[in-house]
């Protein structure tokens, strides 16, 4: 792999997380012990409704709690729970941004960089609160931009707005479906992040299993 010019993340389960998703998160912060399928129902049905319809200046707490409050909705829970849940993901979710905030305030002296993800619509909003922004050159939300990972456009406009050429770019995520695609669909080196080192999609693809990793990768 190329040294890059830019590094891009994805946001949730990557910057706010060590390759776990939102919704195995929320699992665990409802204490849900049911099916899988039914819970994965549940959280997008609670989800998708949030998408291009909130405020773009609505804060990473007040999502939370918006999505914890139609989740307990969805599964049919106390509407009492919400607000727990919505501190314990809140809580950790914001833990560990800080801790990629100093990694990414490492990196940003060496590389270009930027927050890909497919978002509510408030991406900017919420990587303030994160404290991520003052590292990051562009972040792109797809609810604004009009597409979401792994459509090729979503990428191009980061690198464009970081006059960067994909094939001098590294796309860091937690998916492969959206993270890892995309980013080859377009010509960038990836790097998988997954809290479990599974398998990447393409062989040979660089698997760390917490952020701070990339900072022995790129030393």
């Known amino acids: 792999m190329k040294t890059p010019q830019a590094i891009l993340f994805d946001f949730g389960g990557t910057l706010d997380s060590d390759g776990v998703a939102w919704k195995d998160r929320f699992r665990s912060a409802v204490g849900f012990e ?3 399928e039914r819970f ?13 319809t909130i405020p773009r200046d609505l804060s990473l707490k007040e999502t939370v709690e918006r999505l914890s409050g139609n989740l307990v909705q969805e599964l049919g829970l106390d509407p009492a ?21 100093r990694i990414l305030e490492r990196l940003s002296g060496r590389f270009r960089l930027g927050v890909v993800s497919n978002f509510y619509g408030n991406l900017t909003r919420v990587c303030a609160d994160a404290g991520l922004a003052p590292h990051v050159r562009v972040a792109v939300d797809s609810a604004v931009l009009g597409a979401e990972k792994p459509d090729p456009r979503i990428f ?34 990836h ?11 393409c062989p040979g693809d660089p698997v760390i299993g917490r952020l701070a990793d990339l900072l022995e990768m790129y030393p």
């Open 34 to 36: 049911g099916e899988a």
């Open 191 to 201: 790097v998988y992040v997954s809290a479990r080192k599974e398998a990447a999609c």
């Open 40 to 52: 994965d129902r549940a959280f997008y049905a609670a989800d998708d409704p949030l998408v291009g």
């Open 156 to 189: 191009r406009a980061a690198l464009d707005a970081l006059d960067t050429p994909a094939d001098r770019a590294v796309f860091v995520g937690d998916s492969l479906p959206r993270d890892m695609k995309g980013a080859r669909d377009v010509g960038m080196a």
């Open 81 to 101: 729970t919400a607000p727990r849940v919505a501190n314990v993901f809140y809580r950790d979710a914001l833990a560990k941004a800080a801790d990629s905030a």
